[in-house]
């Protein structure tokens, strides 16, 4: 099994900057892509930005600009750099990895908890 943990998540004023982590650990044999998502209250998971194991980037038109991802393959973890921040962004924000394990070459999606993110003055 792989576990993913988020942490990062704050209260912020709007402008303002927050720095997301998200580590994967457990009995990993190769992590491919990895993504943030997002949830607010009362809407649906949205995707944020994605990055693959060679570096390939996309992100939300939402938070282009504004977000940068990037990860560090060494220490299977990932980060989402979020600047100028708008209350819009308020929300739950989600690590997905898909990954195989030691014991299965089968690929599968793993998530984690999440971290709460709000922009409020």
């Known amino acids: 099994q792989v576990q993913l943990v988020e942490s990062g998540g704050d209260l912020v004023q709007p402008g303002g900057s927050l720095r997301l982590s998200c580590a994967a650990s457990g009995s990993i044999r190769t992590i491919y892509n990895m993504a943030w998502y997002r949830q607010a209250p009362g809407k649906q998971r949205e995707l944020v930005a994605t990055i693959t194991r060679d570096g390939d980037i996309n992100y939300a038109d939402s938070v282009k600009g504004r977000f940068t991802i990037s990860r560090d393959n060494a220490k299977n973890t990932i980060f989402l750099q979020m600047n100028s921040l708008k209350p819009e962004d308020t929300a739950i924000y989600y690590c997905?990895?898909?990954?195989?394990?030691?014991?299965?070459?089968?690929?599968?999606?793993?998530w984690g908890q999440g971290t709460q993110v709000t922009v409020s003055s």
């Open positions: 997905r990895c898909t990954a195989n394990t030691l014991r299965d070459l089968f690929r599968a999606d793993y």
